[in-house]
């Protein structure tokens, strides 16, 4: 931005690197570039800055379709000016002292290229319907811009070039918009439900997936526990047969045991019997020779050992008389037994 010191009867100018300055003097260029410096007299003197760096003008604006429908419009030119001795004199771009009006030049410029815009931009739009516009307007519609706007005459005239047209959008009214945008929002409705669907549907299938897999490994541990129960039963069937053998086996043994020590005692009961009945035999042979009144000694002898104590005994005349008889009589003679 230029800077302008006021001194008495005379002012100093001091340009910008983005505005070109255009000194007149008493309807003469006294002075002009970029990046100007000088000194001048207020009073016979005129100042125009026009900015060389690229100017963004954004325009909006409404367009019919040939079906009568409302469309806005969005558009951003991009221009320069490249002849700023012409548009200082089309233009208004004069510097004004304190307490005037500004310069209306870039005023007039974007009135200027937001009238051509708009006047092409409707004549476009008005052949085309709402749903092409909407489909293809945007593209159809720079390249139509940027041709009209290169070619005006007026611009050229003036000193503006005009770099680029980018078109933003075309919109239709509200209640339309949300009408068009209706069957796509319920078809994306109707995808996110499908899509929803299929997960629950996979969710589902996974879950089938998973129970089916827990199913057939209760099964198969079933199949184990009923296959290790028949096992457990067989091999406690085996035991009993094992234990009960042996208790067969322990029992024949006791009994050949006990058959064995019964024959022994039998033996021993049959071997005593006849040492005792042989013993018997031979008492029996000794007593067979002997008298008897030896015997009844004998037998009293016996007897006496069972016999309870005698405290006084009687003895008669008449026993003790055949007593002593008995002792000194004469042995009998032997028999002799033919053998």
Known sequence: MAIIKRYPWISHFLGSPTGYVVHLQKGAVKHQGVGQAFFFRPANSVLSEVPVDDQELPTLFHAITRDHQDVSVQANVTYRFIDPVAVSTRLDFGLQTAGKAPATGREQVSTIIGQLCQ????????????AEALARGVSQLRLVLTEALRADARLQSTGIEILGVQVLAIRPEADVERALQTPVREQLQAEADRAVYERRA?????????SENEMASQIELAVRR????????ANARRAAEEKAAAGLIEAQGSAER?????AAEANQIRLVGEAAAAREAATMEVYRGMEQATLMALALKDAAGSLPNIGNLTITPDLLSGALAGLFKEPAAPVETVK
């Open 258 to 262: 006990k058959g064995i020590g019964a």
């Open 226 to 233: 009923e296959n290790l129960v028949a096992q457990e039963g």
């Open 202 to 210: 996979v969710a589902v299938e996974r879950e089938r997936t998973i």
């Open 119 to 130: 006047s092409h931009a409707i004549d476009q739009i008005a052949t085309t319907t709402l």
